[in-house]
């Protein structure tokens, strides 16, 4: 069974600093990689997605990062700013579709 | 259109009301997935619509009852709830199901901001 980790689960960091926010999967069989945000009482919005055979996928200050042998992922936040403060929610595509979350990491950016 | 909408927003219902929840994609897509989420949770899922035709079921409870009318809407009918049934409800979309067999797409999964549903 795919289990998905996500350490720590909580971080808060001043703003302007680059940071990490690190994935773990436990089954390399996997699809795709989808980083998510979610802010409080809100739905899921789509940060960027790996495919398998991918490396890593950027999207403006957004770099995500598949080691799928490993079974890690890293997300890359560059010059962090406030309204960055979400829920990061990493998720593995297995079979039909199914999406197995992590927990979660609790992000704040301290002005 | 990356959008996935879904109504109403917030729901409050007694445990022997009958509601729907509701949700609308306008991308073509022919997958569509409800999922369950308790406060500081990831989601859960709970059933899969495949070109309108059921897929998945996770073992979910009877009082709730998926339909999917057309290839833009699903509905999620709720009856007889009881109050651990309190979430937030999360509907998605994507191109479509993955099967092992196919190759590898690039499927990802649009969600919309959710219900907030309270049973009391």
């Known amino acids: 069974k795919q289990e998905v980790t996500q350490i720590p689960a909580a971080l808060s960091v001043p703003e302007g600093e680059n940071l990490v926010l690190n994935c773990s999967f436990t089954?390399?069989?996997?699809?795709?990689l989808q980083w998510f945000r979610q802010d409080p009482g809100k739905g899921l919005t789509s940060l960027l997605l790996i495919q398998s055979s991918q490396r890593e996928q950027t999207s403006g200050r957004l770099n995500a990062s598949l080691d799928k042998s490993s079974g890690r992922s890293t997300l890359y936040i560059a010059a962090s700013q406030p309204g960055d403060s979400a829920t990061y929610l990493c998720?593995?595509?297995?079979?039909?579709?199914?999406?197995?979350f992590g927990k979660g990491i609790t992000l704040s950016v301290r002005p | 259109d990356t959008e996935v909408t879904q109504t109403p927003k917030h729901l409050v219902m007694g445990m022997t009301n009958k509601k729907s929840l509701k949700c609308e994609q306008h991308m073509g897509h022919r997958a569509m997935y409800w999922y369950k989420q308790k406060a500081k949770k990831p989601p859960e899922l709970m059933f899969v619509?495949?070109?309108?035709?059921?897929?998945i079921n996770e073992s979910v409870p009877s009082r709730f009852s998926p339909e999917c009318p057309n290839s833009s809407l699903l509905n999620l009918h709720l009856h007889a709830l009881q109050p651990e049934d309190s979430a937030l409800y999360l509907c998605?979309?994507?191109?479509?199901?993955?099967?092992?067999?196919?190759?590898?797409?690039?499927?990802?999964?649009?969600f919309g901001p959710g219900t907030r549903l309270t049973v009391l």
């Open positions: 089954d390399s069989a996997i699809y795709n």
């Open positions: 998720a593995v595509t297995g079979a039909n579709s199914k999406l197995t």
């Open positions: 998605a979309s994507s191109r479509y199901l993955l099967a092992a067999h196919e190759p590898e797409p690039f499927n990802e999964q649009f």
């Open positions: 619509y495949s070109y309108e035709k059921l897929s």
